[in-house]
C-alpha cells in the first residue's frame, strides 16, 4: 500500500510562489507515474502535471504551463511542485497522486491509484 503525504501549502499574495513536497512511501513497482492534482470549492478535481518515473517530458494542465514546474528525487521517493507566478485562480487543495505499474502520465483522476491528503493553496489578489 503506496502512502503520500503532502507538505508546502499556504497562503501567499498573488504573484507570489510556493513549493509543494509529496513523499511516497510502501511503493512496490519501478514503474509509475506521480502528479499533482487540484480541486477549488465547488470544483471538480482536475489534472495539474504529472512526470514519470522512466524521466522524458512532464505534462502540465494548459492553465498551469509556463509557472508552474513538477520534478521527481527517485533517491528520496519525492516530487515537487514549484509554483510560480500564482494567481487567485489557483486556490485549491492540492493533492499528490501516484499510478502504480505505469509509463504514460495519465490527466484522468481515474488513473491513479493512491492519493495523499491534500494540501490547501490560498493565493489572494
Known amino acids: 500500500q503506496v502512502q503520500l503525504e503532502e507538505s508546502g501549502g499556504g497562503s501567499v499574495q498573488a504573484g507570489g510562489s510556493l513549493r509543494l513536497s509529496c513523499v511516497a512511501s510502501?511503493?512496490?513497482?519501478?514503474?509509475?507515474?506521480m502528479g499533482w492534482f487540484r480541486q477549488a470549492p465547488g470544483k471538480e478535481r482536475e489534472f495539474v502535471a504529472g512526470?514519470?518515473?522512466?524521466?522524458?517530458?512532464?505534462t502540465y494542465a494548459d492553465s498551469v504551463k509556463g509557472r508552474f514546474t513538477i520534478s521527481g528525487d527517485n533517491a528520496k521517493n519525492t516530487v515537487y511542485l514549484q509554483m510560480n507566478s500564482l494567481k487567485p485562480e489557483d486556490t485549491a487543495i492540492y493533492y499528490c497522486?501516484?499510478?502504480?505499474?505505469?509509463?504514460?502520465?495519465?490527466?484522468?483522476?481515474?488513473?491513479?491509484?493512491?492519493w495523499g491528503q491534500g494540501t490547501q493553496v490560498i493565493v489572494s489578489s
Open positions: 497522486t501516484e499510478a502504480q505499474g505505469r509509463w504514460v502520465v495519465g490527466t484522468e483522476v481515474g488513473e491513479y491509484d493512491y
Open positions: 512526470i514519470s518515473a522512466s524521466g522524458g517530458i512532464p
Open positions: 510502501g511503493r512496490v513497482f519501478s514503474s509509475y507515474v
